[in-house]
């Protein structure tokens, strides 16, 4: 397993010992209650990966996502598949009885994503904490958030709005945020999976419903033709698998049950399952990146742990700023 121990993207107002005497074992709790989870669902791990990446989208990662009321984020049919509030919820309960009114949600969900990563096979980095919880939630502004149809000067725009760049947007954009019908979402570029000695294999994160992609092998910008970007091959094996929208595929083709760079070999033969997966290596800015993780798969998994540290560094509220919620549903 890599670690990764820069710090990266702004820390101001975070601190890596921040909980050290006021809340000692809030990193054991959270790892504790993470596995314990995921170890009864494996899909969790995914999604609180993705219910990170939302929170973190909108207005920062202050877990206004966790709000729970008419007119929040939450409330929205873009937030509809989110999963692993109760999970949270049961992370807040028990650091409420060890360290009272100490631990933020945010610091909550940003701490169990990076435990879910790890838990799922993926790598390890070092979360500075201090973050506050945020007192807004409002419904419109997850109209912000991608989710698969927007064109690449669209998604470079939304990540370099929040400090992220090309390279960060490679990374993280193979379904960390951009489909929202992949119900148990995350290939992050990649698949994970979580194995069991009993059922090795049997339980994959990241697929898709088919429903996602019949537009494209179908009939593609209303053409009645399939994207002409698609490999033959690949075209006549989606049409087998996805007959009916309801059925379920896996975002990679060659090698789903696997923490690996082999997505983007994929995407050199032309076998990304999204238009927006396909756009990473047809484009001239990002298609470099891709290439440099063909040939250095190592890069990728590095890489990784760097853009997901950024990611959970975006505008946080610090200080005097937002609130510690008592209750991650509610202010």
């Known amino acids: 397993m890599g670690i990764t121990s820069l710090i990266v993207g702004d820390t101001s107002g975070l601190s890596f010992g921040y909980y050290h005497k006021s809340c000692p074992n809030f990193e054991s709790i959270v790892n504790q ?28 990662c202050d877990a206004s996502i966790l709000l729970n ?31 009272p009114r100490t631990v933020s949600c945010a610091d909550i969900l940003t701490s169990a994503a990076r435990d879910a990563t790890v838990a799922a096979g993926g790598p390890f980095w070092m979360v500075p904490y201090g973050r506050r919880d945020g007192w807004v939630s409002i419904a419109a502004e997850t109209r912000n958030v991608p989710m698969g149809y927007e064109n690449m000067d669209q998604l470079i725009e939304f990540f370099q709005s929040r400090g992220l760049n090309i390279l960060d947007l490679v990374v993280l954009s193979g379904k960390l945020f951009l489909e929202r019908y992949c119900r148990l979402f995350l290939k992050i570029v990649v698949a994970l999976i979580w194995r069991r000695p009993s059922d090795a294999g049997a ?3 990241g697929r898709c419903t088919c429903g996602s992609i019949q537009e494209r092998i179908y009939y ?8 002409p970007s698609v490999n033959p091959g ?96 509610r202010h």
């Open 234 to 329: 690949y075209l006549n094996f989606l049409r087998r698998k996805c007959r009916w929208a309801s059925e379920e595929i896996y975002l990679d083709a060659s090698t789903p049950q696997t923490f690996d760079s082999v997505y983007y070999n994929n995407l050199q033969k032309k076998m990304g399952l999204l238009h927006t997966d396909q756009l990473l290596y047809s484009d001239v800015r990002t298609n470099p990146i891709v290439t440099a993780f063909v040939s250095e798969p190592f890069l990728f998994y590095q890489q990784f742990s760097v853009s997901m540290a950024k990611l959970g560094n975006i505008d946080v509220l610090t200080g005097n700023e937002g609130e510690v919620r008592t209750n991650c549903n």
């Open 69 to 99: 009321h008419t007119g929040s984020e939450r409330s929205t049919a873009a937030s509809k598949t989110l999963r692993g509030f109760n999970l949270i919820d049961d992370i807040k309960a028990a650091l409420e009885k060890a360290c």
């Open 33 to 60: 209650k993470v596995n314990q989870w995921v170890k009864q669902d494996p899909t969790l791990a995914p999604s609180l990966m993705r219910l990170h990446f939302h929170d973190c989208a909108v207005r920062g």
């Open 203 to 205: 339980h994959t994160i």
């Open 220 to 227: 593609y910008n209303g053409t009645n033709k399939p994207d």
